[in-house]
């Protein structure tokens, strides 16, 4: 069974810049979550996506959204991009919503660099 | 509400010697609790969780945890550590329902020849 795909692995941008980040979770999997992790601040939570609609979000700026499509398939976009959007973005595939007990699977996460 | 505290940002161990790696949580609910460890430049990976069946759970490579109610804990340990596995572990509360998941700040084992 293949695992959670992300794409592209790495990524350079310049300030004001806006990005998309895309993921294909497991087969089966309704929901894809995806976080920002920075050595600064860890893994932070962006949002949670499950058959289509956002299930829950974390604290970050409207710059930053997502969606999900009918074969659940997510896309993240980073509008108007700052220095310190430059993260490790991951991507991780549930069965179920990730708030219910379900195991995580994580993708090897996309690395944006803004200069 | 719920939160999850890694008691320790760093550890180091010789090979060969146990794992403790330290989690206390907090939650309203009975919570599931994750392990997950990341390896550099990789994605997280399932160590083991817990799901309110038995308090002492065995998950992958050798790693164990125990759930302890009264404590508020979910300590991660390993007889004896391998070179292998310096990496960072995650440990990870789920209250269930629409609260989201909450990830600790992790702790980077390293593990010394």
């Known amino acids: 069974k293949a695992g959670v795909t992300q794409t592209p692995r790495y990524l350079i941008k310049t300030r004001g810049q806006q990005v998309t980040l895309s993921c294909s979770p497991i087969?089966?999997?309704?929901?894809v979550s995806w976080y920002q992790q920075t050595p600064g601040q860890g893994l932070q939570f962006l949002f949670e996506?499950?058959?289509?609609?956002?299930?829950n979000k974390g604290n970050f700026p409207g710059r930053f959204s997502g969606r999900q499509f009918s074969n659940s398939r997510s896309e993240m976009n980073v509008s108007t991009l700052e220095l310190g959007d430059s993260a490790l973005y991951l991507c991780?595939?549930?069965?179920?919503?990730?708030?219910?007990?379900?195991?995580?699977?994580f993708g090897p996460g996309t690395r944006l660099t803004v200069l | 509400a719920q939160s999850v505290t890694q008691l320790d940002s760093h550890v180091s161990v010789s090979e060969g010697t146990p794992v403790l790696l330290r989690c206390n949580y907090s939650?309203?609910?009975?919570?599931?609790l994750f392990w997950y460890v990341q390896h550099p430049n990789k994605g997280l990976q399932l160590l083991l969780k817990?799901?309110?069946?038995?308090?002492l759970v065995k998950g992958i490579n050798g790693f164990e945890a125990e759930f302890k109610k009264s404590e508020t804990s979910f300590h991660l340990t390993k007889p004896s550590a391998h070179m292998s596995d310096a990496a960072e572990y995650f440990c990870?509360?789920?209250?269930?329902?629409?609260?989201?998941?909450?990830f600790g700040t992790g702790t980077k084992l390293q593990v010394i020849p």
């Open positions: 991780a595939s549930s069965r179920g919503l990730a708030g219910g007990g379900n195991e995580q699977f």
């Open positions: 087969s089966g999997h309704r929901s």
């Open positions: 996506y499950f058959s289509e609609t956002q299930r």
């Open positions: 939650s309203s609910y009975s919570p599931s």
């Open positions: 817990y799901t309110s069946a038995a308090t």
């Open positions: 990870v509360v789920d209250s269930g329902g629409y609260q989201k998941v909450t």
